[in-house]
């Protein structure tokens, strides 16, 4: 399973240090963390995970490393050449998504999850009303813990839709 971790690239400590736990929990629950492989709450996600002995994603903005350096934790990257566009890739990457703080770029991959029906967990992030919106589709926690249990849960009350595989095909020889 996956879940996309999003957040600010600077976010305060108290922040990060959440996100590092978020890692932490989602890894020990054998979960792959999937985020946007930079600085502040996707550094402390994908350290937590990292330290945890899970894996993590990073899906970068630019074409190579001198473009987006991912941080140090990030295990298996992906350039994506295309900008902040990417933030579709991030947020539609997770059968889950767990927003912390963050900035206009968390906003914009909380709306792409929403958009396609993918669970947002709200942990101290955007706050947001406005004509037609349910603001329960955010749904709100208070710890690292209760993050990482409601967007566990809402996964898989989601499901995962399998793969099909072909068989492969008879050649005539």
């Known amino acids: 399973m996956q879940i996309s971790v999003i957040g ?3 976010a305060p400590p108290e922040i990060v240090h959440l996100a590092r736990e978020v890692g932490r929990l989602l890894a020990e629950r054998g979960v792959t963390v999937v985020c946007g492989g930079g600085e502040g709450v996707m550094l402390g996600a994908c350290q937590g995970a990292a330290e945890a002995g899970g894996h993590t994603v990073g899906i970068l903005p630019g074409r ?3 473009d987006t350096p991912p941080n140090p934790f990030v295990e298996f990257v992906v350039y994506t050449g295309v900008g902040y566009a990417r933030n579709s890739f991030v947020a539609l990457s997770g059968e889950a998504v767990i927003a912390i703080d963050g900035a206009l770029g968390t906003l914009s991959e909380i709306a792409f999850a929403l958009m396609w029906d993918i669970p947002v967990v709200g942990l101290k992030t ?3 009303n406005y004509a037609g919106f349910d603001p329960t589709r ?3 926690v208070e710890t690292a813990k209760e993050a990482v249990d409601v967007a566990l849960a809402k996964a898989a009350a989601r499901g995962t839709p399998k793969p099909t595989i072909l068989p492969p095909p008879q050649l005539d020889r």
Do not use: L, S, Y
């Open 8 to 10: 600010g690239n600077d």
């Open 126 to 128: 955007w706050e947001f």
């Open 64 to 66: 190579t490393a001198a």
């Open 138 to 140: 955010i749904i709100r």
